[in-house]
């Protein structure tokens, strides 16, 4: 059987899922051999993310997928609830008025909020106009903090329970449970900002019948259920190589590498469990033969345990409409977190523009490192509201890559930089640090972008300058990127395990 295992699988996602989603799909394909995937996270919604990948052709028909708590709860988590008769979806309606309270909606009617005479008490969130619950906040009246979540599912089903610190807005424990009512399954979180799981109870009926201390030893226990011995496991999130390597069966795994192992000169923590239990391990996938190297400098362990497949680009993706016109504007397309520094992108942007040039800068990104405020401070401080533009993420890349004059990146490290492949895949040029790894393996100094000096601001403002004033022509990947090389990359790695 062959396994995909990660943490999670986010239906907006960036360039580790996809990556991974690319992967089982060409497999799947090229060779006839489909992949199960399986997810530890909780999330209550998850079929709707699988019919979101395959509308969006991400997969085939022929992946399966299997969450952890959807195996805790004996398949039941994701069961549709049906009509008697019809046997149609059947959808639980919540309707917005609460006996004793008085309600005002908030941006539009699926925001309601509560009050039991001027005192705020509760909160619901409904799935967009419809009448189905997504989420209810009870409000505690003396802190006005909420204190309980209950979530429901696309059904409006509840399926789990959460409780906070008395104090704060930190969960403090949440109960998951079925759709018949029962709770199989209650974890506890450590009050502090990371605010981690430190235990987890398994119940059959009333009863507890196992226990854990973290969600990676619950992670353990889940594969040792699961898997067979010769099983072929491709692990993608790092979390999850001690959990996968301690499970007792002997199965042929596969670690894919898409991002620096590095933290300055030392291996970071996430990594060490992985490189310093290589004798468990059958491949390791890494994207650049330079961080084959930096490995072996400092871990024993041999070629034949390599395969160097880096990501690649679908022939068929290059579906941007041929009548695209290119807008004076540079762009950054991921997300806002530290590694990505992205107040050097903002400093250099102000220097370009003492050039005289009046080209805009785009920002496209999700704020998972409180940097959106760090970066809002800086344009302020600048004075280029009018000239910066910050958007969610985008669900067009290519489109929105296509319309501009030059991607940038100033980030710390790199795996691959799947965006760096989209922007020079549509005509983009990118200026992008010279940082460990990938960047200097997918541009060409001069013809499909600029390396730059990793860390000078002044040399990437000189660069944006550069660009602008002399547009590269005939922008391109590497031939060595594209998926007929990926497709011989993978063959070669199923052959060493005897699958063709």
Not at 396 to 408: D, H, I, N, R, T
Request: charged content about 25%; glycine content about 4%; overall charge positive.
């Amino acid at each position: 059987m062959l396994y995909t295992v990660t943490t999670t699988l986010p239906m907006s996602h960036g360039g580790r899922t996809q990556s991974l989603l690319r992967r089982i799909k060409l497999i799947d394909e090229e060779f006839g051999l489909p992949t199960k995937i399986l997810t530890t996270n909780y999330y209550g919604n998850y079929p709707s993310v699988y019919k979101h990948f395959l509308k969006e052709n991400k997969i085939t028909q022929n992946i399966e997928f299997e969450n952890m708590y959807e195996w805790l709860s004996n398949f039941e988590l994701f069961k549709v609830p049906k009509t008697l008769i019809t046997k149609n979806p059947k959808y639980i309606k919540t309707k917005r008025k609460i006996k004793g309270l008085k309600h005002e909606f908030g941006k539009n009617q699926s925001y309601v909020h509560y009050y039991n005479d001027n005192t705020y008490v509760q909160f619901r969130k409904y799935y967009g106009q419809s009448d189905v619950l997504q989420y209810e906040d009870f409000i505690s009246p003396s802190t006005g903090l909420k204190y309980e979540r209950h979530e429901y599912n696309l059904f409006g089903q509840l399926h789990r329970k959460i409780f906070y610190y008395s104090d704060s807005s930190l969960r403090h424990s949440d109960k998951l449970i079925d759709p018949k009512g029962f709770m199989y399954c209650k974890r506890y979180f450590h009050n502090n900002e990371k605010n981690k799981i430190n235990g987890i109870e398994l119940y059959k009926g009333k009863k507890i019948y196992k226990t854990f201390k973290n969600d990676k030893a619950l992670a353990q226990y889940y594969f040792e259920a699961r898997f067979k011995d010769n099983d072929i496991v491709f692990n993608d999130a790092r979390f999850l190589d001690a959990p996968l390597i301690k499970q007792t069966h002997q199965t042929k795994n596969i670690l894919v590498f898409h991002s620096s192992h590095l933290s300055g000169d030392k291996t970071k923590k996430s990594y060490k469990y992985a490189l310093e239990h290589s004798a468990h391990i059958d491949k390791y996938i890494v994207l650049t033969h330079q961080q084959m190297h930096d490995i072996q400098e400092v871990y024993p362990i041999e070629d034949e345990r390599f395969e160097l497949i880096p990501h690649f680009i679908e022939l068929n993706q290059r579906n941007v409409e041929t009548n695209t016109i290119k807008e004076d504007r540079f762009i950054y397309i991921g997300r806002f977190v530290k590694e990505k520094q992205l107040d050097h992108l903002i400093k250099a942007y102000q220097k370009f523009l003492e050039s005289g040039h009046q080209t805009k800068l785009y920002l496209f990104g999700k704020d998972e490192d409180h940097q959106l405020a760090m970066m809002k401070d800086l344009i302020s401080e600048y004075q280029l509201e009018d000239m910066v533009k910050i958007s969610n993420y985008t669900k067009k890349p290519l489109v929105e890559f296509g319309k501009s004059k030059a991607s940038l990146l100033t980030s710390k490290y790199e795996g691959f930089g799947l965006t760096i492949m989209e922007s020079i895949e549509v005509g983009c040029p990118v200026l992008s640090y010279d940082v460990r790894y990938g960047p200097n393996e997918i541009i060409n100094h001069g013809k499909n972008g600029y390396l730059i000096e990793r860390n000078n601001i002044n040399s990437l403002a000189q660069h944006m300058v550069d660009i602008i004033e002399n547009p590269m022509q005939h922008v391109k990947n590497q031939d060595k990127l594209k998926y007929s090389a990926a497709v011989k990359n993978y063959q070669h790695l199923l052959q060493t395990f005897n699958l063709l």
